[in-house]
């Protein structure tokens, strides 16, 4: 059962402005949240975390949101740059998973000049 | 700062072969987690390693095994390989330390291609 869920396999945005992806999770024992970015041909890299206590990280360019009532988090890129175009991948841990991470299918992101 | 280096980075076997995947994880990390991830699909846990023994497993079977050294590297081995154990192998390390969450830093991966 796919427990993290990113339900857009793929999203183009004009470079400038913002990319909104999405990402709805099922396991309330989840409390622990990641966003991760791969290229081709390379693992993925780790982009930016949020915990569960709280509802907004932000790292620069790149912001988390985090809704636990509607399990749901979104991850906001502004300005977006050509540099981002990539697959981004949704993933949950808990304690009791053994901080295991969860992933979603992943988005594919195209910003476009 | 070294980073999570695997070997090979390409491999390919048939149908019932064995075979071992190796990580390097990165410096001052204490554990280790490797994952399968199919083509069009996320990352599959498959199992976690601290202190050189298993942590936690995914819904992989028994011939999915693995190790973890004292440096901290580990290996993923596959036993009567399938043509759907074909994927993208991914090692993270990352640091468990006082039952805190941190993130886990992947590897490039190996691609495995059963035939």
């Known amino acids: 059962d796919q427990q993290v869920k990113q339900n857009s396999p793929s999203l183009s945005v004009q470079e400038g402005r913002i990319s909104i992806l999405n990402c709805d999770y099922t396991n309330s024992m989840f409390d622990y949240f990641l966003w991760y970015k791969k290229y081709p041909a390379e693992g993925p890299t780790f982009l930016i975390s949020i915990s569960s206590i709280k509802d907004k990280n932000e790292d620069g360019r790149f912001t988390v949101f985090l809704n636990k009532s509607a399990k749901h988090l979104s991850l906001h890129i502004v300005p977006s740059q050509p540099g981002d175009s990539a697959v981004y991948f949704c993933?949950?841990?808990?304690?009791?998973?053994?901080?295991?991470?969860?992933f979603g299918k992943g988005t594919s992101l195209l910003v476009t000049p | 700062e070294t980073g999570v280096t695997q070997s090979p980075t390409h491999l390919i076997k048939t149908r019932g072969q064995q075979v071992t995947l190796r990580c390097s994880s990165q410096?001052?990390?204490?554990?280790v987690s490797w994952y399968q991830q199919a083509l069009g699909q996320g990352p599959q846990f498959i199992f976690q390693y601290y202190r050189e023994e298993e942590n936690g497993r995914g819904n992989f079977p028994p011939r999915f095994s693995g190790l973890q050294f004292p440096n901290y590297s580990s290996e993923l081995n596959v036993n009567a390989l399938e043509l759907d154990d074909s994927a993208l192998y991914l090692c993270?390390?990352?640091?468990?330390?006082?039952?805190?969450?941190?993130?886990?830093?992947f590897g490039p991966g190996t691609r495995l291609t059963v035939l």
């Open positions: 993933a949950a841990s808990g304690s009791n998973s053994g901080y295991a991470l969860n």
């Open positions: 993270a390390s990352s640091l468990l330390a006082g039952g805190q969450v941190n993130e886990q830093f």
């Open positions: 410096s001052g990390h204490n554990t």
